[in-house]
Protein backbone atom coordinates (compact mmCIF):
# COMPACT_ATOMS: atom_id res chain seq x y z
CA UNK A 1 0.00 0.00 0.00
CA UNK A 2 1.48 3.39 -0.73
CA UNK A 3 2.66 5.15 2.15
CA UNK A 4 0.43 8.72 3.01
CA UNK A 5 2.86 10.58 4.68
CA UNK A 6 5.41 9.85 1.62
CA UNK A 7 6.21 12.72 -0.56
CA UNK A 8 7.42 12.70 -4.32
CA UNK A 9 10.17 12.29 -5.63
CA UNK A 10 10.08 15.90 -7.16
CA UNK A 11 8.23 17.54 -4.05
CA UNK A 12 9.55 21.03 -3.96
CA UNK A 13 10.03 21.06 -7.72
CA UNK A 14 8.47 23.51 -10.46
CA UNK A 15 7.94 22.92 -13.95
CA UNK A 16 6.42 25.62 -15.95
CA UNK A 17 4.89 24.27 -19.24
CA UNK A 18 4.51 26.01 -22.28
CA UNK A 19 2.17 23.16 -23.85
CA UNK A 20 -0.32 21.81 -25.52
CA UNK A 21 -1.60 18.63 -27.16
CA UNK A 22 -0.70 15.37 -26.14
CA UNK A 23 3.76 14.94 -25.92
CA UNK A 24 4.29 17.74 -23.71
CA UNK A 25 0.97 17.27 -21.34
CA UNK A 26 1.78 13.94 -21.07
CA UNK A 27 5.37 14.44 -19.74
CA UNK A 28 4.81 17.70 -17.69
CA UNK A 29 1.90 15.52 -15.80
CA UNK A 30 4.33 12.20 -15.41
CA UNK A 31 5.95 14.63 -13.67
CA UNK A 32 3.08 15.82 -11.37
CA UNK A 33 2.27 12.63 -10.48
CA UNK A 34 5.54 12.19 -8.84
CA UNK A 35 4.99 15.40 -7.08
CA UNK A 36 6.44 18.21 -9.11
CA UNK A 37 4.42 21.90 -8.90
CA UNK A 38 3.43 22.31 -12.77
CA UNK A 39 2.39 25.40 -13.98
CA UNK A 40 0.76 24.73 -17.12
CA UNK A 41 0.72 27.88 -19.12
CA UNK A 42 -1.95 28.38 -21.85
CA UNK A 43 -3.87 31.06 -24.40
CA UNK A 44 -7.52 32.56 -23.79
CA UNK A 45 -9.27 29.50 -25.63
CA UNK A 46 -6.91 27.11 -23.35
CA UNK A 47 -4.91 24.15 -24.95
CA UNK A 48 -6.41 22.99 -27.83
CA UNK A 49 -6.83 19.26 -26.80
CA UNK A 50 -9.99 20.84 -24.47
CA UNK A 51 -12.01 20.72 -27.69
CA UNK A 52 -11.30 16.88 -28.77
CA UNK A 53 -13.93 15.26 -27.32
CA UNK A 54 -16.74 15.73 -24.60
CA UNK A 55 -16.57 12.22 -23.37
CA UNK A 56 -15.30 12.30 -19.99
CA UNK A 57 -17.95 13.76 -17.86
CA UNK A 58 -18.70 16.49 -20.70
CA UNK A 59 -14.48 17.18 -20.75
CA UNK A 60 -11.81 16.09 -23.19
CA UNK A 61 -10.48 12.01 -22.61
CA UNK A 62 -7.70 13.43 -23.93
CA UNK A 63 -6.71 16.57 -21.95
CA UNK A 64 -7.95 14.83 -18.46
CA UNK A 65 -5.91 11.66 -19.07
CA UNK A 66 -2.31 13.58 -19.12
CA UNK A 67 -3.19 17.35 -17.43
CA UNK A 68 -4.40 15.97 -13.91
CA UNK A 69 -2.75 17.83 -10.97
CA UNK A 70 -1.72 21.00 -12.71
CA UNK A 71 -2.23 24.75 -12.15
CA UNK A 72 -3.30 26.44 -15.23
CA UNK A 73 -2.95 30.35 -16.40
CA UNK A 74 -4.05 31.81 -19.28
CA UNK A 75 -1.11 34.38 -20.48
CA UNK A 76 -0.21 36.39 -23.58
CA UNK A 77 3.19 36.14 -24.55
CA UNK A 78 2.78 39.22 -26.89
CA UNK A 79 2.00 41.26 -24.09
CA UNK A 80 5.75 42.41 -22.11
CA UNK A 81 3.67 42.26 -18.55
CA UNK A 82 2.64 38.27 -19.03
CA UNK A 83 5.90 37.90 -20.96
CA UNK A 84 7.24 39.43 -18.21
CA UNK A 85 5.42 37.39 -15.95
CA UNK A 86 6.80 34.38 -17.28
CA UNK A 87 10.04 35.37 -16.94
CA UNK A 88 9.61 35.72 -13.05
CA UNK A 89 8.33 32.21 -12.81
CA UNK A 90 11.21 30.57 -15.26
CA UNK A 91 13.51 32.40 -12.73
CA UNK A 92 12.33 30.26 -9.74
CA UNK A 93 11.58 27.29 -11.95
CA UNK A 94 13.39 23.82 -12.09
CA UNK A 95 12.21 22.40 -15.83
CA UNK A 96 11.04 24.06 -18.14
CA UNK A 97 8.71 22.06 -21.11
CA UNK A 98 7.30 23.46 -24.37
CA UNK A 99 6.39 21.93 -27.56
CA UNK A 100 5.63 25.21 -29.60
CA UNK A 101 6.86 25.54 -33.39
CA UNK A 102 9.90 25.20 -33.71
CA UNK A 103 11.94 28.98 -33.17
CA UNK A 104 8.81 30.11 -31.35
CA UNK A 105 10.31 30.63 -27.53
CA UNK A 106 13.38 31.52 -29.50
CA UNK A 107 11.68 34.65 -31.00
CA UNK A 108 10.10 35.67 -27.54
CA UNK A 109 13.33 35.68 -25.90
CA UNK A 110 12.81 32.36 -23.97
CA UNK A 111 14.62 30.14 -26.26
CA UNK A 112 16.10 27.08 -24.47
CA UNK A 113 19.79 27.64 -24.61
CA UNK A 114 19.09 31.70 -23.56
CA UNK A 115 17.54 30.17 -20.64
CA UNK A 116 19.87 28.19 -19.45
CA UNK A 117 22.53 31.51 -19.46
CA UNK A 118 20.11 33.62 -17.60
CA UNK A 119 19.49 30.77 -14.98
CA UNK A 120 21.98 28.14 -15.04
CA UNK A 121 20.43 25.24 -12.80
CA UNK A 122 17.17 25.50 -15.25
CA UNK A 123 16.74 22.31 -16.92
CA UNK A 124 14.62 22.87 -20.38
CA UNK A 125 13.22 20.99 -22.54
CA UNK A 126 11.90 20.96 -26.12
CA UNK A 127 9.50 18.65 -27.82
CA UNK A 128 9.75 19.08 -31.27
CA UNK A 129 8.08 17.40 -34.43
CA UNK A 130 11.09 16.92 -36.94
CA UNK A 131 13.60 18.09 -34.34
CA UNK A 132 15.39 21.41 -34.81
CA UNK A 133 17.20 21.12 -37.80
CA UNK A 134 16.90 19.33 -41.40
CA UNK A 135 15.08 19.98 -44.46
CA UNK A 136 11.65 18.49 -42.78
CA UNK A 137 11.64 20.33 -39.22
CA UNK A 138 9.09 22.88 -40.00
CA UNK A 139 6.54 20.56 -41.20
CA UNK A 140 3.47 20.18 -38.68
CA UNK A 141 3.81 16.75 -37.24
CA UNK A 142 0.98 15.50 -35.59
CA UNK A 143 0.67 11.86 -34.43
CA UNK A 144 -0.17 9.63 -37.60
CA UNK A 145 1.37 12.05 -39.88
CA UNK A 146 4.56 10.74 -37.84
CA UNK A 147 3.40 7.25 -37.61
CA UNK A 148 3.13 7.53 -41.43
CA UNK A 149 6.27 9.14 -42.28
CA UNK A 150 8.62 6.80 -39.53
CA UNK A 151 7.09 3.98 -41.53
CA UNK A 152 5.20 2.67 -38.17
CA UNK A 153 1.99 2.06 -40.39
CA UNK A 154 3.60 0.34 -42.79
CA UNK A 155 4.43 -2.44 -40.59
CA UNK A 156 1.29 -2.31 -38.80
CA UNK A 157 -1.94 -3.63 -40.29
CA UNK A 158 -3.10 -6.70 -42.74
CA UNK A 159 -1.47 -8.35 -45.23
CA UNK A 160 -2.10 -7.09 -48.77
CA UNK A 161 -1.40 -3.77 -50.95
CA UNK A 162 -2.99 -0.61 -50.97
CA UNK A 163 -3.56 2.36 -48.61
CA UNK A 164 -6.44 -0.09 -47.39
CA UNK A 165 -4.42 -2.65 -45.88
CA UNK A 166 -2.64 -0.43 -43.86
CA UNK A 167 -3.56 0.19 -39.70
CA UNK A 168 -2.86 3.51 -37.62
CA UNK A 169 -2.09 2.31 -34.57
CA UNK A 170 -5.18 2.48 -32.37
CA UNK A 171 -3.39 5.29 -29.78
CA UNK A 172 -1.84 8.14 -30.01
CA UNK A 173 1.95 6.18 -30.15
CA UNK A 174 4.49 8.82 -31.27
CA UNK A 175 2.58 11.41 -28.92
CA UNK A 176 3.14 8.76 -25.51
CA UNK A 177 6.88 8.14 -26.59
CA UNK A 178 7.80 11.07 -27.35
CA UNK A 179 6.16 12.55 -23.89
CA UNK A 180 7.46 9.45 -21.95
CA UNK A 181 11.37 9.88 -24.03
CA UNK A 182 11.08 13.79 -22.50
CA UNK A 183 10.28 12.24 -18.95
CA UNK A 184 13.14 10.32 -18.79
CA UNK A 185 15.67 12.89 -20.12
CA UNK A 186 14.59 15.40 -17.84
CA UNK A 187 14.54 13.00 -14.89
CA UNK A 188 18.43 12.09 -16.45
CA UNK A 189 19.21 15.87 -16.43
CA UNK A 190 17.86 16.13 -12.57
CA UNK A 191 20.55 14.03 -11.64
CA UNK A 192 23.07 15.26 -13.40
CA UNK A 193 22.37 18.94 -11.83
CA UNK A 194 22.25 17.06 -8.45
CA UNK A 195 25.79 16.34 -8.92
CA UNK A 196 27.17 19.25 -11.15
CA UNK A 197 24.99 21.78 -10.03
CA UNK A 198 23.66 22.96 -13.38
CA UNK A 199 21.10 22.44 -15.50
CA UNK A 200 21.10 20.91 -18.94
CA UNK A 201 18.73 20.58 -22.59
CA UNK A 202 16.52 18.15 -23.55
CA UNK A 203 15.72 17.81 -27.19
CA UNK A 204 13.19 15.12 -28.16
CA UNK A 205 10.99 14.80 -31.47
CA UNK A 206 8.31 12.35 -32.43
CA UNK A 207 10.14 11.47 -35.52
CA UNK A 208 13.29 10.47 -33.77
CA UNK A 209 10.82 8.99 -31.19
CA UNK A 210 9.11 6.68 -33.37
CA UNK A 211 12.48 5.51 -35.77
CA UNK A 212 13.77 4.50 -32.32
CA UNK A 213 10.38 2.15 -32.34
CA UNK A 214 11.59 1.12 -35.88
CA UNK A 215 14.77 -0.01 -34.73
CA UNK A 216 14.11 -3.93 -35.79
CA UNK A 217 12.63 -3.06 -38.63
CA UNK A 218 15.27 -0.57 -39.70
CA UNK A 219 17.82 -3.42 -38.75
CA UNK A 220 15.79 -6.18 -40.54
CA UNK A 221 15.67 -4.82 -44.01
CA UNK A 222 19.06 -2.29 -43.86
CA UNK A 223 21.33 -5.42 -43.03
CA UNK A 224 18.95 -8.54 -43.58
CA UNK A 225 18.14 -6.85 -47.01
CA UNK A 226 13.83 -7.32 -46.10
CA UNK A 227 11.28 -5.51 -44.74
CA UNK A 228 9.04 -7.26 -42.53
CA UNK A 229 5.80 -7.81 -44.09
CA UNK A 230 2.21 -6.81 -42.30
CA UNK A 231 0.73 -10.15 -41.09
CA UNK A 232 -2.20 -8.59 -39.17
CA UNK A 233 -2.55 -10.33 -35.94
CA UNK A 234 0.65 -12.58 -36.52
CA UNK A 235 4.08 -12.02 -35.72
CA UNK A 236 6.42 -11.28 -38.67
CA UNK A 237 9.22 -13.56 -37.21
CA UNK A 238 7.91 -16.16 -35.17
CA UNK A 239 5.47 -18.84 -35.81
CA UNK A 240 3.18 -19.87 -34.59
CA UNK A 241 2.63 -16.60 -33.40
CA UNK A 242 -0.81 -14.53 -33.90
CA UNK A 243 -4.22 -15.05 -33.30
CA UNK A 244 -7.13 -18.46 -33.87
CA UNK A 245 -10.72 -18.40 -33.81
CA UNK A 246 -12.42 -20.87 -31.71
CA UNK A 247 -15.58 -22.99 -32.36
CA UNK A 248 -17.67 -20.64 -30.09
CA UNK A 249 -16.26 -17.46 -32.06
CA UNK A 250 -13.94 -16.45 -29.17
CA UNK A 251 -10.89 -15.34 -30.77
CA UNK A 252 -7.06 -16.20 -28.67
CA UNK A 253 -4.01 -15.31 -29.22
CA UNK A 254 -1.12 -17.88 -28.75
CA UNK A 255 2.71 -17.21 -28.90
CA UNK A 256 5.55 -19.61 -28.94
CA UNK A 257 9.09 -18.49 -28.09
CA UNK A 258 10.92 -21.79 -27.97
CA UNK A 259 11.41 -24.86 -29.23
CA UNK A 260 10.30 -26.35 -25.63
CA UNK A 261 7.34 -24.47 -26.09
CA UNK A 262 6.60 -25.57 -29.52
CA UNK A 263 6.86 -29.48 -28.51
CA UNK A 264 4.88 -29.04 -25.57
CA UNK A 265 2.43 -26.90 -28.11
CA UNK A 266 2.07 -29.91 -30.13
CA UNK A 267 1.90 -32.53 -27.52
CA UNK A 268 -1.00 -31.25 -25.30
CA UNK A 269 -3.17 -28.89 -27.67
CA UNK A 270 -2.44 -30.28 -31.16
CA UNK A 271 -2.42 -33.98 -29.44
CA UNK A 272 0.56 -34.09 -32.32
CA UNK A 273 3.93 -35.02 -30.54
CA UNK A 274 5.40 -36.04 -33.63
CA UNK A 275 4.47 -32.82 -35.77
CA UNK A 276 8.32 -30.79 -34.23
CA UNK A 277 10.04 -33.44 -36.19
CA UNK A 278 8.50 -32.80 -39.23
CA UNK A 279 10.65 -30.51 -41.72
CA UNK A 280 8.41 -28.14 -42.15
CA UNK A 281 7.72 -27.30 -38.33
CA UNK A 282 11.43 -28.33 -36.89
CA UNK A 283 12.24 -25.19 -35.76
CA UNK A 284 11.36 -21.20 -36.23
CA UNK A 285 12.84 -20.51 -39.48
CA UNK A 286 11.14 -23.53 -40.85
CA UNK A 287 7.60 -22.62 -39.95
CA UNK A 288 7.80 -19.07 -40.93
CA UNK A 289 8.37 -20.38 -44.15
CA UNK A 290 5.60 -22.85 -44.03
CA UNK A 291 3.53 -20.38 -42.26
CA UNK A 292 0.57 -21.20 -43.92
CA UNK A 293 0.55 -25.19 -43.62
CA UNK A 294 1.58 -24.51 -39.86
CA UNK A 295 -1.09 -22.02 -38.79
CA UNK A 296 -3.66 -24.09 -40.71
CA UNK A 297 -2.81 -26.77 -38.57
CA UNK A 298 -3.67 -24.49 -35.35
CA UNK A 299 -6.20 -23.34 -36.92
CA UNK A 300 -8.07 -26.08 -37.75
CA UNK A 301 -8.06 -27.62 -33.82
CA UNK A 302 -8.91 -24.37 -32.58
CA UNK A 303 -11.91 -24.08 -34.80
CA UNK A 304 -13.09 -27.45 -33.47
CA UNK A 305 -13.24 -26.74 -29.90
CA UNK A 306 -14.75 -24.21 -27.46
CA UNK A 307 -12.61 -21.40 -26.47
CA UNK A 308 -13.08 -23.13 -22.72
CA UNK A 309 -11.65 -26.40 -23.84
CA UNK A 310 -9.09 -24.29 -25.79
CA UNK A 311 -7.60 -22.68 -22.61
CA UNK A 312 -7.59 -25.37 -20.46
CA UNK A 313 -5.17 -27.59 -23.69
CA UNK A 314 -2.94 -24.01 -23.46
CA UNK A 315 -2.69 -24.29 -19.87
CA UNK A 316 -1.90 -27.64 -19.69
CA UNK A 317 1.00 -26.63 -21.92
CA UNK A 318 1.95 -24.12 -20.54
CA UNK A 319 1.72 -21.79 -23.95
CA UNK A 320 1.45 -18.05 -23.66
CA UNK A 321 -1.96 -16.60 -24.36
CA UNK A 322 -3.93 -14.08 -24.42
CA UNK A 323 -8.01 -13.14 -25.39
CA UNK A 324 -8.19 -10.55 -28.36
CA UNK A 325 -10.67 -8.24 -26.32
CA UNK A 326 -12.41 -5.04 -26.91
CA UNK A 327 -12.50 -1.92 -24.73
CA UNK A 328 -15.38 -2.89 -22.94
CA UNK A 329 -13.56 -6.15 -21.77
CA UNK A 330 -10.42 -3.85 -20.77
CA UNK A 331 -13.18 -2.20 -18.74
CA UNK A 332 -13.93 -5.19 -16.55
CA UNK A 333 -11.09 -6.92 -16.98
CA UNK A 334 -9.87 -8.69 -13.54
CA UNK A 335 -6.28 -7.15 -13.60
CA UNK A 336 -7.14 -3.59 -14.37
CA UNK A 337 -6.37 -1.22 -11.78
CA UNK A 338 -8.11 1.88 -11.76
CA UNK A 339 -7.34 5.32 -9.65
CA UNK A 340 -10.04 8.41 -8.82
CA UNK A 341 -9.64 11.42 -10.51
CA UNK A 342 -11.53 14.46 -10.04
CA UNK A 343 -13.34 15.62 -13.08
CA UNK A 344 -15.58 18.44 -12.79
CA UNK A 345 -18.27 18.05 -10.62
CA UNK A 346 -17.51 14.11 -10.71
CA UNK A 347 -15.36 11.31 -10.07
CA UNK A 348 -14.20 9.24 -12.24
CA UNK A 349 -12.06 5.92 -12.84
CA UNK A 350 -9.20 6.06 -14.90
CA UNK A 351 -6.33 3.60 -15.18
CA UNK A 352 -3.86 3.68 -12.77
CA UNK A 353 -0.15 4.39 -13.59
CA UNK A 354 1.84 1.37 -14.85
CA UNK A 355 4.22 1.66 -11.90
CA UNK A 356 3.26 1.15 -8.75
CA UNK A 357 5.91 3.15 -5.89
CA UNK A 358 5.36 3.92 -2.34
CA UNK A 359 4.47 7.48 -2.62
CA UNK A 360 1.83 7.45 -5.09
CA UNK A 361 -1.84 8.86 -4.02
CA UNK A 362 -5.10 7.04 -3.55
CA UNK A 363 -6.72 9.41 -6.07
CA UNK A 364 -5.09 11.96 -8.90
CA UNK A 365 -5.30 14.98 -8.08
CA UNK A 366 -7.59 17.25 -10.04
CA UNK A 367 -7.66 18.27 -13.82
CA UNK A 368 -7.55 22.01 -13.59
CA UNK A 369 -10.09 24.81 -15.58
CA UNK A 370 -8.70 27.40 -17.98
CA UNK A 371 -6.94 29.96 -16.04
CA UNK A 372 -8.20 27.89 -12.66
CA UNK A 373 -4.95 29.39 -10.95
CA UNK A 374 -4.22 32.47 -12.69
CA UNK A 375 -5.34 34.93 -10.61
CA UNK A 376 -3.23 33.38 -7.50
CA UNK A 377 -0.16 33.10 -9.63
CA UNK A 378 -0.12 36.39 -10.85
CA UNK A 379 -0.30 37.34 -7.07
CA UNK A 380 2.65 35.06 -6.58
CA UNK A 381 4.96 35.95 -9.73
CA UNK A 382 3.95 39.50 -10.45
CA UNK A 383 6.26 41.68 -7.82
CA UNK A 384 8.93 38.97 -7.79
CA UNK A 385 12.04 40.42 -10.29
CA UNK A 386 13.46 38.19 -11.95
CA UNK A 387 16.46 36.31 -10.58
CA UNK A 388 19.36 33.40 -10.61
CA UNK A 389 18.40 30.71 -8.98
CA UNK A 390 21.62 29.87 -6.56
Same mark, same amino acid.
Given at each position: ?????????????????????? +?????????? *?? %? +?????????????????????? %?????????? &?????????????? *??????????????????????????????????????????????????????????????????????????? %??????????????????????????????????????????????????????????????????????????? %???????????????????????????????? *???????????????? &??????????????????????? +?????????????????????????????????????????????????????????? +???? &???? &??????????????????????
Amino acid at each position: MPDPHLEGPLAGMLVVALEQAV +AAPYCSSRLA *DA %G +ARVIKIERAEGDFARGYDKAAN %GESSYFVWIN &RGKESIELDLKMPQ *DLALLENMLAQADVFIQNLAPGATARLGIGSDALRERHPRLVTCDISGYGESGPLYRMKAYDLLVQAESGLIAVT %GAPGDGVDALGRIGVSVCDINAGMNALIGIQQALMQRSRTGRGSGVKVSLFDSAAELMSVPYLQTRYGGKAPARV %GLKHPSIAPYGAFTCADGRDIVISIQNEREWQ *DFCREVLHEPDLPQDP &RACDNDSRVANRAWVDGKVAEVF +ASLSSADVIDRLTSAQTAYGSVNGVNDLIAHPQLRTRRMPVGNRVLEVPALPWCTEWE +ASEY &RPVP &RVNEHGPAIRAEFAGSAPRKRA
